[in-house]
């Protein structure tokens, strides 16, 4: 049974800084992390591909980290000069379509098969 569990979000203030990391119970070759915020739709925030190829927001650029530690089958994103609007439910999720099938598409959640419980992260001004 595959499993993907979040952890390390939290309360924080406006410009500083997260880790949360994903544990998977098995590899996969697509792996990205969501967010929904209240009221909002689940949105993409960076994806990260087996060949280390990583794909961002372009609200989260310059600010956000993806990284995979395959060896200890974790994911991680570090979030700094963290905003307001960056508080939402934060979701690891794994896929298992066909590599190109991610090409400009990695931000749609349909395309994923497994998903976390999320992790709560909020950020006051």
């Known amino acids: 049974q595959v499993q993907l569990v979040e952890s390390g979000g939290g309360s924080v203030q406006a410009g500083g800084s997260l880790r949360l990391s994903c544990g998977f119970s098995r590899s996969f070759y697509r792996m990205a992390w969501f967010r929904q915020a209240p009221g909002k739709e689940r949105e993409g925030v960076a994806a990260i591909a087996g060949s280390g190829t990583t794909s961002y927001a372009n609200s989260v650029k310059g600010r956000f980290t993806i990284s995979r530690d395959n060896a200890k089958n974790t994911m991680y994103l570090r979030m700094n000069g963290l905003k307001s609007e960056d508080t939402g439910i934060y979701y690891c999720?794994?896929?298992?379509?066909?590599?190109?099938?991610?090409?400009?598409?990695?931000?749609?959640?349909?395309?994923?098969?497994?998903w976390g419980q999320g992790t709560q992260v909020t950020v006051s001004s």
């Open positions: 999720a794994a896929g298992t379509a066909g590599v190109r099938t991610y090409d400009g598409a990695w931000s749609t959640p349909d395309l994923y098969t497994y």
